[in-house]
């Protein structure tokens, strides 16, 4: 149980352009969702918290209208990453808290941008 | 501002070798602190640790809390070449939607 799943796992687009990614728990309702984003050699930051229905909480330097996330059901929450530029190009993870007190992890998606 | 830190940031050792890791963390309203294992992609969950002094273990791999000290450790003995990874350890304050705060990760490198 407790299986996370994102889509795309790897998408490449250019410069200028958005992409949506999406983060969907599979057999639990996930009343918080988080947003993180790892850069190479580097450990997970987190950019946002999401609950459903509410508006997201980003994390200090985290453009909210660059990232914009999406929580529209207990199953689901999205990011879409607008005018996506090449230092946008990371690693982004998502993860997923239920009514218990882990975090499940998706397996993540690799953005690059060209 | 919350931090946590992991010491060493690298360790390449021989298969069989025992190693720790460490981590250190300084937060508000701590609640938890968590071990993750990261290989090509998203963490795996490793530990929770909540009590000070409860060793909490699993197979080969094992960890314990300190939270007078403010630190973890992460033991893995007779290591295997599937040991290699990425080790994250990350603190969970206790405030609004508990978020988690994550170290630098240790990279592990096991060498046969």
């Known amino acids: 149980g407790a299986v996370v799943s994102q889509h795309p796992s790897w998408v490449i687009c250019k410069s200028g352009t958005s992409v949506k990614i999406e983060c969907r728990s599979l057999?639990?309702?996930?009343?918080?969702m988080f947003w993180y984003r790892q850069f190479p050699k580097q450990s997970l930051m987190l950019m946002a918290t999401?609950?459903?229905?509410?508006?997201?909480?980003?994390e200090q330097g985290v453009e909210k209208d660059k990232f914009l996330i999406n929580h529209a059901s207990l199953t689901l929450s999205t990011l879409t990453v607008t005018s996506a530029h090449p230092e946008d190009s990371s690693f982004y993870i998502c993860?997923?808290?239920?009514?218990?007190?882990?975090?499940?992890f998706g397996p993540g998606t690799r953005l690059t941008v060209t | 501002e919350d931090k946590v830190v992991q010491s060493p940031l690298s360790l390449v050792v021989h298969e069989g070798d025992t190693v720790t890791l460490n981590c250190s963390y300084e937060?508000?309203?701590?609640?938890?602190l968590l071990w993750y294992k990261q290989e090509k992609k998203a963490p795996t969950f490793l530990f929770m640790l909540t009590s000070s002094g409860i060793e909490k273990k699993s197979g080969r791999l094992s960890s314990i809390l300190d939270k007078k000290e403010l630190f973890s450790i992460l033991n893995i003995t007779a290591t295997q070449t599937g040991d290699s990874a990425v080790y994250l350890c990350?603190?969970?304050?206790?405030?609004?939607?508990?978020?988690?705060?994550f170290g630098q990760g240790t990279r592990l490198t096991i060498n046969p």
């Open positions: 057999d639990f309702q996930a009343t918080t």
């Open positions: 990350a603190v969970e304050a206790q405030q609004g939607a508990q978020k988690l705060v």
């Open positions: 937060v508000t309203n701590f609640r938890s």
């Open positions: 999401s609950n459903e229905g509410s508006k997201a909480t980003y």
């Open positions: 993860s997923a808290r239920g009514s218990g007190e882990k975090q499940y």
